[in-house]
């Protein structure tokens, strides 16, 4: 799935090679870490959130097919 988000993320911002993605898992609950440059936050985000709840939809359909829970955190530094 790392793969994946990281595949969308860089493809909506404007600087890709700023674009970190790590992926923690404990068995069924898998947490995966975006962190882009702080100009591409909004677009990230999008309107009202609309952008980062369709990813979360994707992860969530996902998790539903391999039996797992993803949760998307977006990290400002």
Same mark, same amino acid.
């Given at each position: 799935m790392k793969e994946?988000?990281?595949r969308i993320i860089s493809s909506l911002v404007g600087e890709p090679d700023a &674009?970190? *993605?790590n992926e923690n898992s404990d068995g069924k609950n898998?947490?995966? +870490? &975006?962190? *882009?440059?702080?100009q591409d936050m909004g677009r990230?985000?999008?309107r +009202?959130?609309?952008?980062?709840k369709a990813i979360r939809s994707i992860l969530f359909v996902?998790?539903?097919k391999h039996g797992r829970r993803y949760q998307l955190d977006l990290i400002e530094d």
């Open positions: 994946a988000v990281e &674009v970190e *993605v898998v947490r995966i +870490e &975006v962190r *882009v440059a702080p990230i985000i999008g +009202e959130g609309r952008t980062v996902a998790g539903q």
